[in-house]
């Protein structure tokens, strides 16, 4: 079945410790995202990849770091220098970039990291 | 710079009654909209979009909603709730004005809350 997987679901971590949460689809879309949900503010954009080896910054980038080398994979680093990482972390992926505009996003099911 | 509302952190609601749940948004160009549902502890998942076209929109689940360009609003609706329908709802927008250099970004609602009783 095609989708969007998110590795692990559940991620504990001790303070000054750099955690990468993986996300993979083999839904052949170009374009990634990484969303942090905390309760009551919605969704907010980490950072964004339209296209193999190259990504930007969203609205909520600091303390994170992303890499995107094949299409398929675009994991998230949580560093040290993120001062309040405890969140529902969500990766979507969508369509190519002459469609892009129109096409909703996938969702995979999420991973929950908790600082301790 | 695009931006949605949703005014209700909880609409609830009778099974068997029809919902409605509130979405009103800003952009510089025309928009594109989208509604999401969200079961506790688990992604998002697409429902609905308004592109261009009729205004009213179909979507999964018996859900529909209704694109008005002079009150800036895309309400999601159902005709009769079912205590299934209880999630937590996004609304989210593109500005087609500002879809190069990257502004190929969705914006989201904070969510709503439905809760549909028996």
């Known amino acids: 079945d095609g989708g969007i997987t998110q590795s692990p679901k559940y991620l504990f971590r001790k303070e000054g410790q750099n955690v990468t949460l993986s996300c993979e689809q083999n839904?052949?879309?170009?374009?990634m995202y990484w969303y942090r949900q905390d309760p009551g503010q919605g969704l907010r954009l980490i950072y964004y990849?339209?296209?193999?080896?190259?990504?930007q910054k969203g609205d909520i980038a600091e303390g994170y770091s992303v890499s995107r080398e094949k299409k398929e994979s675009f994991p998230l680093t949580v560093t040290s220098a993120q001062k309040n990482p405890t969140a529902f972390y969500l990766c979507?992926?969508?369509?190519?970039?002459?469609?892009?505009?129109?096409?909703?996003?996938?969702f995979g099911e999420g991973s929950r990291l908790t600082v301790l | 710079a695009q931006s949605v509302a949703q005014p209700e952190d909880q609409v609830n609601v009778a099974e068997g009654n029809p919902l409605t749940v509130k979405c009103t948004y800003s952009?510089?160009?025309?928009?594109?909209l989208f509604w999401y549902v969200q079961y506790p502890n688990r992604g998002l998942q697409f429902l609905l979009k308004?592109?261009?076209?009729?205004?009213l929109v179909k979507g999964s689940y018996g859900f529909e909603a209704e694109f008005n360009k002079s009150q800036t609003s895309f309400h999601l609706k159902k005709p009769s709730a079912l205590v299934s329908d209880s999630a937590l709802y996004f609304c989210?927008?593109?500005?087609?004005?500002?879809?190069?250099?990257?502004?190929?970004?969705?914006?989201f609602g904070t969510g709503t809350q439905l809760k549909v009783e028996l």
């Open positions: 979507a992926s969508s369509i190519g970039r002459d469609r892009g505009p129109t096409g909703e996003l996938f």
């Open positions: 952009v510089s160009g025309n928009p594109y």
């Open positions: 308004y592109i261009t076209g009729d205004n």
């Open positions: 990849s339209q296209i193999v080896n190259d990504f």
């Open positions: 989210a927008v593109r500005d087609d004005a500002k879809l190069t250099g990257g502004g190929n970004k969705l914006t």
């Open positions: 839904l052949n879309h170009d374009a």
